[in-house]
């Protein structure tokens, strides 16, 4: 065997090692009662998450699970913080960029990076596929890799949007028509964007973005004032 062979040998091994030691397998219960492991972690070291502010130094943070204004009609998220994968806080930094220049409008952040912990009480309180995801497998705002957004104008007024944030009515679908000419056309300023930066959007949800292939990255379970 080559030393260079050995050498990634030995490199594979304590990644490997440590991987398992600031990481969980947790034994988690799908729809149909049985049970998956789903690849949990648990540790600062592993995270690898970046402040939005970072990226984005004027970025309007306002993260709704830190209010009363969302699903749960109480704040969860401890603190007023966007956290992103790098991957992605440099895609929406480019996008803002854009938006500034070319539309005179700036992003808006609602959800960033969101505790697992978090995940399984919005299941427990909406547990509809489509809407909200399975803790089983967790959303790809628990990997850091998703945002919902919407757009301001340069003074940080929200635009005119189809609906507020987590409405989860047909309205909130890409497809709705049903609306106003200049809601459509700020709807679409964001869509395009968003693409043009490389992001993916869901159907159901004119707000949020992520990452291709978010499933790369594991979920994370740690509290948001907890993240350095
Ligand atoms: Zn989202």
């Known amino acids: 065997m080559k030393i260079n062979t050995i050498f990634k040998i030995l490199i594979a091994i304590t990644l490997l090692f440590s991987i398992t030691t600031f990481a969980d ?13 789903l690849y949990i972690v648990k540790d600062n ?45 440099e895609k929406l930094k480019k996008a803002n960029e854009i938006l500034k220049k070319k539309y005179k409008k700036r992003i ?17 309180l909406y547990p509809k596929k ?41 309205k909130a679908n890409h497809n709705y028509q049903k609306l106003p000419k200049k809601v459509k056309e700020n709807r679409w300023i964001l869509k395009y964007i968003m693409k043009k930066v490389g992001l993916n959007s869901i159907r159901s949800e004119w707000w949020h973005y992520n990452l291709p292939k978010p499933k790369r990255y594991p979920v994370i379970n740690i509290k948001l004032e907890d993240i350095k």
């Open 25 to 37: 397998y947790v034994e988690v219960k799908m729809p149909s009662g049985k049970t998956r492991k």
């Open 130 to 170: 489509g809407y909200v995801a399975h803790p089983a497998w967790g959303s790809n705002h628990n990997r850091g890799c998703a945002v919902d957004i919407t757009l301001t104008d340069l003074d940080g007024k929200e635009v005119n949007m189809p609906t507020k944030f987590d409405d989860l009515s047909k």
């Open 108 to 124: 808006k952040f609602w959800d960033c990076y969101r505790p697992w912990s978090v995940q399984k009480i919005m299941w427990s």
């Open 45 to 89: 070291k592993l995270v690898e998450l970046v402040n939005i502010k970072n990226y984005i130094p004027d970025a309007i943070v306002d993260m709704k699970y830190a209010t009363k204004d969302s699903m749960f009609k109480k704040p969860v998220y401890t603190e007023n913080k966007c956290l992103v994968k790098k991957e992605l806080g």
